[in-house]
């Protein structure tokens, strides 16, 4: 395996692994700067790869799959979390002052 041809495409993998990380540290934000660093360094590979880097680009699929099962990880916890959140919130409420409702019409003879 050529160093040359596959050098872009080890590239793409370490971003690959960051983004990994970044899902499962929950740091979203940073997301977009991976995005846009994939973007480019994508834009400039040929449309048909080397067949050097066949292994190297299977490597990118398995993390591709792995950033797809975290992200489904992290989406279920943030739900979990969520309704948590708002079980609490209802029973928080249930300790708040009663309000006195205004009517919502008046009548008048």
Do not use: D, W
């Amino acid at each position: 395996m050529s160093a040359g041809n596959t050098q872009a495409y080890e590239a793409l993998a370490a971003l690959i692994e960051r983004e990994l990380e970044l899902v499962g540290q929950r740091e979203f934000q940073q997301l977009e700067v991976i995005t846009q660093a994939r973007s480019q360094l994508t834009a400039h590979m040929p449309e048909r790869p080397p067949a050097e880097a066949r292994p190297v680009l299977e490597r990118c699929r398995q993390l591709n799959k792995r950033v797809e099962v975290e992200l489904l990880r992290v989406r279920e916890a943030l739900l979990i979390e969520l309704a948590q959140v708002r079980q609490g919130q209802r029973a928080a409420s249930g300790y708040a002052p009663a309000r006195r409702r205004a009517p919502r019409f008046r009548a008048s003879a």
